[in-house]
């Protein structure tokens, strides 16, 4: 008889197998989870049965491959549990919920402008967008809430030490949310935007390292190692952002001086230009082009970025580099730049060349990010929802 801790871990290993193969269109059989994971075809046999009995897969309609059964393909089940992803960004507030198949079950969005002075409106909308997302989706039951915010967050308790972007220091956003009845007995949590953003990223390059440099309001990132995400010590690793590529340099938003977002953030770049704020992100280096010339524009980014990306390398010992935001759609432009620049600083280039990518163009990262993160508990720990389905469908007994 299997162990507790075995069975847990056998449940998330199948349950994991069968959402990546899903994401991929390429959905497995019993037979085949089992070649996949390398358990017995009993213990998948079992185990999928307990997932199916409990909602969290679903059987597809068989198909047949010639001579022998047919094969039944499975897959996450959909429309039986609620992650929500919620984005609070300098522009806009965004709620979405989806199912543990990853589809798309309510979107809602509402833009304006987020500063200190708007913080709690802003909470107080997260919130409300929280309710109506959770009655689209037909009250299903919430695994749980992420936020993405663009800054730091406390991991003990998640506030916001610090989001210069929203002019943010020390908002208890999760202790607020909570306090709402939309979010009452939920499950919250607050990460960096960059940080979910990556989560994306990292389905479309499986098991792969790199680093993930993200052009937004600021500029952030993050590093990823043999497919996992690195967090650090207190979740904040990847701020490259404000990596000093010249020292005593241009004041950033966090204060300090030097930082690489001081010089290719949109905020950075739009004030610098003098450009109204009302240029949109995707519009900014068309736009920086009609006030300049465009290679200088080009040159001046991709030579900020590429002694960020050579220090990162020269640490981190990678040699892959992805780009994301406004950088992707420039990417190719961007790459002799940085290239000419990491060739000069970076010891990987001696081990061969250094590949620079742009990223899979998800819109909305951070948003779909969050989601894809509120849905992680379910596949960490699939017995705790198991119990949990036995438990809401068991037959209360009275005296």
């Known amino acids: 008889m299997q162990s507790t801790h075995l069975r847990e871990h056998n449940l998330s290993i199948i349950l994991g197998a069968l959402a990546t193969a899903a994401s991929t269109a390429s959905p497995l059989s019993r037979a085949g989870l089992a070649k996949r994971t390398r358990l017995t075809k009993p213990t998948v046999s079992k185990l999928v049965e307990e997932l199916v009995g409990a909602g969290l897969a679903e059987e597809g309609t068989p198909i047949s491959a010639g001579a022998g059964r047919p094969m039944v393909p499975l897959t996450p089940a959909r429309g039986t549990l609620l992650a929500i992803g919620l ?3 300098a522009d806009h507030v ?3 919920g989806i199912d543990l198949a990853g589809e798309v079950l309510s979107h809602r969005i ?26 689209d989706a037909g009250n299903l039951p919430v695994v749980e809430v992420v936020v993405a915010v663009p800054g730091r967050i406390a991991p003990d308790d998640g506030r916001v030490l610090s989001a210069p972007n929203l002019d943010w220091t020390e908002v208890p956003l999760v202790a607020r949310l909570l306090a709402h009845p939309q979010l009452a007995g939920l499950s919250v949590r607050a990460q960096n935007d960059n940080r979910l953003s990556v989560l994306t990223e990292i389905d479309h390059r499986p098991g792969e390292s790199f680093i993930y ?6 500029i952030g990132g993050a590093v990823v190692l043999d497919g996992a995400l690195m967090t650090g010590v207190h979740g904040w690793a990847g701020e490259f952002g404000h990596t000093v590529i010249e020292p005593g340099g241009a004041t950033c938003r966090c204060g300090r001086q030097g930082c690489l977002e001081a010089y290719v953030s949109y905020h950075a770049l739009r004030e610098r230009a003098g450009l109204s704020d009302d240029i949109l992100i995707d519009d900014l280096v068309d736009a920086l082009a009609l006030t300049r010339d465009r ?3 080009i040159g001046m980014i991709g030579r900020s970025l590429g002694l960020a990306i050579a220090n990162a390398l020269n640490v981190l010992d990678l040699t892959t580099v992805v780009l994301s935001g406004y950088l992707a759609p420039i990417a190719d432009e961007l790459e002799p730049v940085i290239r000419e620049t990491v060739e000069r600083h970076a010891l990987a280039v001696e081990a061969g060349p250094v590949l620079i990518a742009r990223s899979d163009g998800q819109v909305d990262p951070a948003l779909h990010g969050a989601a894809r993160a509120a849905l992680q508990p379910v596949f960490n720990a699939p017995g705790a929802w198991i119990a949990r389905a036995h438990h809401v469908r068991a037959p209360h007994v009275t005296a």
């Open 295 to 297: 290679t200088e524009v």
């Open 213 to 218: 440099l993200r052009g937004s309001t600021g």
């Open 87 to 89: 984005e609070i960004a």
């Open 110 to 135: 509402e833009y304006r402008k987020v500063t200190a002075t708007s913080a709690e409106e802003s909470i107080d909308l997260a919130a409300e967008l929280v309710g109506k997302v959770r009655a």
């Open 94 to 96: 965004a709620c979405l």
